[in-house]
T-cell receptor, first 113, second 117 residues
């Protein structure tokens, strides 16, 4: 079955540091890949997505590239801010009839000033 | 509304009681999903509604869980005879049916935090 593995947190960084959160997946076919973010007290928000190999999703300074050869979709940001503190979830959709998303367990990021 | 809304935001109940959780999807979205987020776990798919079609209930963990969607809009998730292991955040999401890209992009509500004592 489908699965998503992302690096376990928590991750603690200083402001302006470089961020990488690793995500790898197992899926049938050619899944679409997503990063969702959950700020404290809020629901999940779509951060970025990529629907085919070598696509790069980007939003708010975050980027992730769909790497089919390594089945990965690592999230990166060059300079994090305190406001980026949140839980980040990697997810995939592999084309099932119920359109459900399969999520990783989430990575808590804390950015200190 | 502008986004997916859920109520209540928090619910504390006693073991054995029934609870109802409500979800209002984004206006015009035909697909609606329920997920469960347990402590230390990722999001677990529960149920999927698409228009007037029969729902996909493949993710419901037991027959104590049920959901309905009235008029193709508002949905209610009901948990009967709650157990302590039901304590979790229950998230609702909706998506449009405009092609594959539309349907797979889900928009989430803020969730209902359920605590069973």
């Amino acid at each position: 079955g489908d699965s998503v593995t992302q690096m376990e947190g928590p991750v603690t960084l200083s402001e302006e540091a470089f961020l990488t959160i690793n995500c790898t997946y197992t899926a049938t076919g050619y899944p679409s890949l997503f990063w969702y973010v959950q700020y404290p007290g809020e629901g999940l928000q779509l951060l970025l997505k990529a629907t085919k190999a070598d696509d790069k999703g980007s939003n708010k300074g975050f980027e992730a590239t769909y790497r089919k050869e390594t089945t990965s979709f690592h999230l990166e940001k060059g300079s994090v801010q305190v406001s980026d503190s949140a839980v980040y979830f990697c997810a995939l959709y592999s084309g099932g009839s119920n359109y459900k998303l399969t999520f990783g367990k989430g990575t808590l990021l804390t950015v200190n000033p | 509304g502008a986004g997916v809304s859920q109520s209540p935001s928090n619910k504390v109940t006693e073991k054995g009681k029934d609870v109802e959780l409500r979800c209002d999807p984004i206006s015009g979205h035909t697909a609606l999903y329920w997920y469960r987020q347990s402590l230390g776990q990722g999001l677990e798919f529960l149920i999927y509604f698409q228009g007037n079609s029969a729902p996909d209930k493949s993710g419901l963990p037991s027959d104590r869980f049920s959901a309905e969607r009235t008029g193709g809009s508002v949905s209610t998730l009901t948990i009967q005879r709650t157990q302590q292991e039901d304590s979790a955040v229950y998230l609702c999401a909706s998506s449009s049916n405009l092609g594959r890209g539309g349907r797979e992009t889900q928009y989430f509500g803020p969730g209902t935090r359920l605590l069973v004592l």
